[in-house]
């Protein structure tokens, strides 16, 4: 009973490279969020999305940054020409419709190096 | 807005002691969820307890307890018989209680140290 399995654990970009970091949600889950912590603070929220829908993505920077979550296969954060302010851990968590309890399962974490 | 505001960056105690972490926030919601999260050097995301605002009992899971002051906005949490183990980071975070819509707002976080 897999939980949420984030890949790659550790990515390193040279600045204006692209990132790419992929979330498999919990089985049974059908929502899906990006967190990103910057060093010595809390998760902040980036976006929510639902099979196929981008549902809220009011913590998203407008430029550069975009999320999906096809119908097959994981979701996918996307940083395009990446910058070193990029530099954080990003955390996918993923609960299940209508859960009620109000309880997000997160991943490991991806952890972004920008050079 | 909700904000949530964790006001001791750096805790540490001796093992076996009891540690309380303090959390305020600030809401206009009737109906919400409050969560702390324990963040080892592995940096997982682990949920310790959870209390919905709409219960007036306190939360407790084996030796994890939180007082909630609802008047107060506030959320603290008590560690007893601390371990080695407990060595993290610890988040407090709310979340707005609405189907289908789960976003967390955390705090900034305590750094939490267990000396033998």
């Known amino acids: 009973n897999a939980g949420v399995m984030q890949n790659p654990r550790h990515l390193v970009r040279r600045r204006g490279q692209e990132a790419r970091l992929r979330c498999s949600p919990m089985k049974g889950h059908s929502h899906v969020y990006w967190y990103r912590q910057l060093p010595e603070e809390g998760l902040k929220f980036m976006v929510y999305?639902?099979?196929?829908?981008?549902?809220?993505e009011s913590g998203m920077p407008k430029e550069r940054f975009s999320a999906e979550f096809p119908k097959e296969g994981p979701s996918i954060l996307r940083i395009q020409q990446v910058v070193r302010g990029d530099s954080a851990a990003y955390f996918c968590a993923s609960s299940p419709y209508l859960q009620g309890t109000g309880e997000l399962f997160f991943g490991e974490g991806s952890r972004l190096t920008v050079l | 807005a909700q904000t949530v505001t964790q006001s001791q960056p750096e805790m540490s105690v001796q093992e076996a002691e009891t540690v309380t972490l303090s959390c305020t926030y600030d809401?206009?919601?009737?109906?919400?969820?409050l969560f702390w999260y324990k963040q080892p050097p592995s940096r997982q995301m682990i949920l310790v307890i959870r209390?919905?605002?709409?219960?007036?009992q306190n939360a407790t899971e084996n030796r994890f307890s939180v007082n909630f002051q609802k008047a107060a906005k506030s959320f603290s949490l008590k560690i007893s018989d601390s371990q080695l183990g407990d060595t993290a980071m610890y988040f407090c975070?709310?979340?707005?209680?609405?189907?289908?819509?789960?976003?967390?707002?955390f705090g900034q976080g305590t750094r939490l140290t267990i000396n033998p």
């Open positions: 209390q919905e605002a709409y219960k007036q």
């Open positions: 975070a709310f979340m707005k209680a609405s189907l289908g819509a789960q976003k967390l707002v």
């Open positions: 999305l639902q099979k196929e829908n981008i549902i809220d």
């Open positions: 809401t206009s919601e009737n109906n919400y969820y």
